[in-house]
């Protein structure tokens, strides 16, 4: 048996959703509690649900007991400082594992493929329960800076660019797909990410907003694109040399 699995992502492993409507007060996540976590980039996260309930950015595997990245534990002082990101975060109804918001500063395309890669969603997931995948949902307004995916991070071809304007929500299966944010701009980007589980009421959910899994990647300076690709190509080899192995291969904890 295997982990049920959604048909709208089995394709290109990325589904883009309707845009949501409504304005957010950016009040709340700019007094959510943040801790350093170093992921992908110069980031730094407010946890609003985690393993049991702490503010604390570690995979659920590491809780006492260890747990699959499911049932979260809303925070109850992060709760107060963002109940709309908390009603967003359960407008689907599906079981919810980490949820949490992250601030990224701006970054180049290159630094982006360099930061690129898989996450750990499905570690001690039982087989025959559904797929964790993640959903994103861009809270600041950030039209010029774009979601990087890539099936396969060493081709350039397997890769699409989505614009992150305030409200753009993308659901990803992000242990399959390598991914990275290349944010242009002066302020941090800020953005919603949930863990879902696959199942009826997540996909109940996704049909509402009219998925859409193939989208045409946002233009990019063939020259700039070409020369970004080397900077990181030349980047990660030799942090693969330095580690001996390549560290982002080894799914990403955040
Ligand atoms: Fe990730």
Redesign the pocket.
């Known amino acids: 048996m295997s982990h049920y699995r959604m048909p709208i992502l089995e394709e290109t492993g990325y589904a883009v959703l309707d845009s949501h409507g409504r304005v957010m007060d950016q009040a709340e996540w700019m007094t959510l509690e943040y801790v350093d976590w170093k992921?992908?980039g110069d980031t730094r996260f407010a946890p609003i649900a985690s393993a049991q309930g702490q503010i604390e950015c570690n995979g659920f595997w590491h809780a006492k007991p260890p747990k699959a990245d499911k049932d979260g534990v809303w925070i109850p002082s992060q709760v107060d400082r963002a109940p709309t990101l908390v009603e967003r975060a359960r407008e689907a109804s599906a079981n919810i594992g980490r949820c949490r918001v992250i601030e990224l500063q701006p970054n180049s395309y290159a630094d982006a493929l360099y930061n690129s890669?898989l996450?750990d969603n499905n570690r001690l997931n039982p087989e025959g329960e559904g797929w964790v995948v993640r959903c994103f949902m861009q809270l600041s307004d950030n039209p010029d800076s774009y979601m990087i995916l890539r099936e396969d991070i060493d081709d350039p071809s397997t890769e699409t660019r989505i614009a992150l304007p305030a409200g753009a929500q993308l659901i990803v299966d992000?242990e399959r797909m390598w991914?990275s944010v290349w944010h242009q701009g002066v302020d941090p980007r800020y953005c919603l990410i949930t863990s879902y589980e696959s199942g009826p009421e997540l996909e109940k959910w996704l049909w509402e907003l009219n998925p859409v899994n193939r989208v045409e990647s946002a233009p990019i300076d063939d020259e700039y694109a070409a020369a970004s690709e080397v900077e990181a190509q030349t980047r990660r080899s030799g942090r693969t040399e330095f580690y001996g192995y390549d560290p982002t291969d080894v799914r990403?904890e955040?």
């Open positions: 992921s992908s890669h996450d992000s991914h990403s955040a």
